[in-house]
């Protein structure tokens, strides 16, 4: 496309700046309107990189991740909507801003346009306000759609949070405190859980119930802290001759 016959008056860019600018990729073959997008978009607050043409700008994208690309439609080697294709055909490209510059304004072209994943178009020669409007809507976009992301990822982490508590007083309610050995509500369902295995394979079952005699005489003697270390003394050597304890 033809290069601007004089340059963009700089009365006419905004001078207010975004509280946060976006990393921008300018795209185009001209130097005159390269110059001038980036002066525009440095004012107003983004910091701005530059290509002379869609393949360089491909390679420049996939290194430098930029938030929004500004293309030129009509370019050498790759054109805007070529490059716009090329790019939605990879996950970090998906989520980059597309905006397309372009003197077509045929309805057929547009449309042609919109579905090769452009997300919008500014005619040139462009009004750096619209240009700029354009931008800030689809910065917009991307708050939110980062907003929503770190709110799933927020909502993942409380699920994963919740199942693990969940587990956690699933155990507990199946462990005795002191010894870690199952209760007794944990040794019905084990007992439950041995029983089917034995009926599923024709294995016979043995069950062993045993006792500490005298236990009492050790509390009373010399009481319950020393008592409670002898249970935990023979939970551990359960341990060593049972399976699964």
């Given amino acids: 496309e033809e290069s601007p016959e004089a340059p963009i008056d700089r009365h006419s860019v905004p001078s207010a700046r975004p509280e946060k600018g976006l990393r921008i990729l300018v795209v185009d073959d001209d130097r005159t309107w390269r110059e001038i997008l980036r002066r525009v978009l440095s004012q107003a607050g983004h910091t701005v990189q530059c290509a002379s043409d869609g393949v360089e700008a491909l390679q420049c994208a996939l290194e430098t991740n930029p938030q929004a690309i500004v293309a030129d439609w009509m370019m050498p080697r790759m054109d805007g909507v070529e490059l716009c294709r090329a790019l939605r055909c990879i996950q970090l490209g998906r989520e980059m801003y597309f905006l397309l510059l372009t003197g077509r304004d045929q309805e057929e072209q547009i449309v042609a346009a919109y579905d090769a994943g452009v997300d919008e178009y500014v005619t040139k020669p462009f009004n750096p306000r619209i240009l700029l409007a354009r931008l800030r809507a689809g910065q917009r976009v991307m708050e939110l759609r980062d907003q929503v992301e770190a709110e799933r990822l927020v909502t993942t982490q409380q699920v994963g949070e919740l199942s693990r508590l969940n587990r956690k007083l699933n155990t ?74």
């Avoid at 034995?198 to 005298?214: E, Q, T």
Wanted: negative net charge.
């Fill in 172 to 245: 507990a309610a199946k462990t005795d405190p002191l010894t870690g050995l199952p209760n007794r509500r944990g040794a019905r369902e084990r007992l439950e859980e041995e029983w089917q295995n034995s009926m599923r394979s024709s294995v016979p079952l043995a069950v062993i119930m045993i006792d500490v005699d005298h236990f009492k005489l050790v509390n009373d003697e010399f009481g319950h802290e020393t008592g409670d270390r002898v249970l935990t003394e023979i939970s551990e050597v359960l341990r060593t001759v049972a399976r699964g304890l």
